[in-house]
């Protein structure tokens, strides 16, 4: 059982907006700002999409935005596009005994 | 162009030991952190640790504290991740990736390929 809860899948049209959730706890999500989200095809090392809830790292689409409210966080998808098909991870720090969490993982099917 | 690159997949048995490499090249090594991530087949990313390559003080997931090493030689830019022992159970991709930003961020910008390990009798 992952630490960071995900659904396990979402789906969407091209063109539409989909929202994946990561609910963690007190100890985690909701008590720091260092959520990261990853992108993962098949067969491929992840890519870091959102960083610290809401930064954008140089290079990624401003179609992907992230957020926080209290034990969940949130991956923002606009405009889906076929290539955003893939597996969504979020990330967050959870202290200086656990240091870092993920979640089990988000199926992005764009239908 | 920055870039880690990790070396080739294994396959060995059980009790074995291992040590997988990840080379960093095109950026200062000794500025960033390194970290380690399993993905077992079919399954989600867990985080195994960090190891900063400066002064190699490492930080270990409580899950995996004990049962992996990590290790750092910065003169050839290079991170380690080893096993004393394997078990089936360490079967997995094993990802380094680029940790950029201060302490408590998680944002690994630059990623390995990843090393297949598989142990099996």
């Known amino acids: 059982q992952s630490a960071l809860t995900q659904p396990a899948s979402v789906s969407g049209s091209p063109g539409q907006s989909v929202t994946i959730s990561c609910t963690g706890t007190s100890s985690d999500v909701g008590a720091y700002n260092y959520v990261s989200w990853y992108q993962q095809h098949p067969g491929k090392a992840p890519k870091l999409m959102i960083y610290d809830v809401t930064k954008r790292p140089s290079g990624v689409s401003n179609r992907f935005s992230g957020s926080k409210s209290g034990n969940t966080a949130s991956l923002t998808i606009s405009g889906l596009q076929a290539e955003d098909e893939a597996n969504y991870y979020c990330c967050s720090y959870a202290g200086s005994t656990s240091f870092v969490v993920f979640g089990g993982g988000t199926k992005l099917t764009v239908l | 162009e920055v870039q880690l690159v990790q070396s080739g997949a294994e396959v060995k048995k059980p009790g074995e030991s291992l040590k997988i490499s990840c080379k960093g090249s095109g950026y200062t090594f000794t500025d960033y952190w390194i970290g380690w991530v399993r993905q077992m087949p079919g399954k989600g990313l867990e985080w195994l640790g960090i190891?900063?390559?400066?002064?190699?003080?490492?930080r270990y997931s409580p899950s995996f504290q004990g049962q992996v090493t990590m290790s750092a030689d910065k003169s050839i830019t290079t991170a380690y991740l080893q096993w004393s022992s394997l078990k089936a159970s360490d079967t997995a991709m094993y990802y380094c990736g680029r940790r950029v930003g201060g302490a408590g961020t998680n944002a690994y910008d630059v990623w390995g390929q990843g090393t297949m390990v598989t142990v099996s009798s």
């Open positions: 190891i900063y390559t400066g002064d190699s003080d490492t």
